[in-house]
């Protein structure tokens, strides 16, 4: 296992053990658990990523810390949209929407409001760091 993949497991066992105890907000930043269908495995990958929300509706971005690449997730996404959120207390089926033109403009400035870092990953790469939105299934 890589050091990158064990501190994405102790990530989502801290964020699990915390929820279970009813404290998932106690995490360094605000984290979703996005699990994904792989592209090419078709297995389930758990991630934690960094959950930014509009409203009541959340969204993630996909800097991958401006790498020139995409993250895996968000490839596993592309390929397979029907994704599971855990944020907070909460977890529930999303559909998984890539925001495009104003829209992707308007949510990513709003990140980088937040989390300045943001900003910093989009000037260290010549990708458009994708935005994607997790609307979540009505049942």
């Given at each position: 296992?890589?050091?990158?993949?064990?501190?994405?497991?102790?990530?989502?066992?801290?964020?699990?053990?915390?929820?279970?105890?009813?404290?998932?907000?106690?995490?360094?930043?605000?984290?979703?658990?996005?699990?994904?269908?792989?592209?090419?495995?078709?297995?389930?990958?758990?991630?934690?990523?960094?959950?930014?929300?509009?409203?009541?509706?959340?969204?993630?971005?996909?800097?991958?810390?401006?790498?020139?690449?995409?993250?895996?997730?968000?490839?596993?996404?592309?390929?397979?949209?029907?994704?599971?959120?855990?944020?907070?207390?909460?977890?529930?089926?999303?559909?998984?929407?890539v925001?495009?033109?104003?829209?992707?403009?308007?949510?990513?400035?709003?990140?980088?409001a937040?989390?300045?870092?943001?900003?910093?990953?989009?000037?260290?790469?010549?990708?458009?760091?994708?935005?994607?939105?997790?609307?979540?299934e009505?049942?």
């Amino acid at each position: 296992m890589s050091e990158f993949q064990d501190r994405n497991r102790k990530l989502i066992e801290q964020f699990r053990a915390n929820r279970d105890k009813g404290e998932a907000n106690r995490m360094p930043m605000p984290l979703v658990i996005l699990t994904t269908t792989g592209a090419k495995s078709g297995k389930s990958h758990a991630t934690p990523v960094r959950i930014f929300m509009d409203g009541d509706k959340p969204y993630v971005i996909a800097s991958k810390g401006g790498a020139p690449s995409h993250p895996d997730w968000y490839r596993n996404l592309v390929a397979y949209p029907e994704v599971t959120v855990e944020l907070g207390k909460e977890t529930f089926k999303a559909k998984a929407v890539v925001a495009s033109g104003k829209e992707r403009d308007r949510l990513f400035k709003q990140a980088v409001a937040e989390a300045p870092g943001f900003g910093e990953y989009q000037a260290n790469t010549t990708r458009e760091i994708p935005v994607v939105v997790l609307e979540r299934e009505r049942a």
